[in-house]
């Protein structure tokens, strides 16, 4: 069983900076791709970016040049860096991967949701 944590939410101030990671945790695994999308209160689940595990980037029009996501130095984790954040921004974020197990006779893509973090940004 794969496990997706979110970190990094909290409450900031228009203009401010936030960086969210999302680690992978459980068995042997490779992560296929990994994307993080929101959902803002009372609105559907957006996308927001998007990283291949051979690093290529998607980015929502709302969000290019001031959010960046990357694989960190840490195993298994994504982080999206988020600058110039507004009150539009405030949602709940998610993370999500593509897991790709090998452990067996065959390999197995499955996708996994992680719980979310809160990203508020005040006026």
């Known amino acids: 069983q794969v496990h997706l944590v979110e970190s990094g939410g909290g409450l900031v101030q228009a203009g401010g900076s936030l960086r969210l990671s999302c680690a992978a945790s459980?068995?042997?695994?490779?992560?296929?791709?990994i994307g993080w999308y929101r959902q803002p209160p009372g609105k559907q689940r957006e996308l927001v970016a998007t990283i291949l595990s051979r690093g290529s980037t998607n980015y929502a029009d709302s969000v290019k040049g001031r959010f960046t996501i990357s694989i960190d130095n840490a195993p298994n984790t994504v982080s999206l860096q988020m600058n110039s954040l507004q009150p539009e921004d405030t949602a709940v974020y998610l993370c999500n991967a593509d897991i790709i197990d090998c452990s067996g006779l065959k390999c197995v893509t499955s996708n996994y949701w992680g719980q979310g973090t809160q990203v508020t940004v005040s006026t």
């Open positions: 459980g068995n042997t695994f490779t992560l296929g791709y």
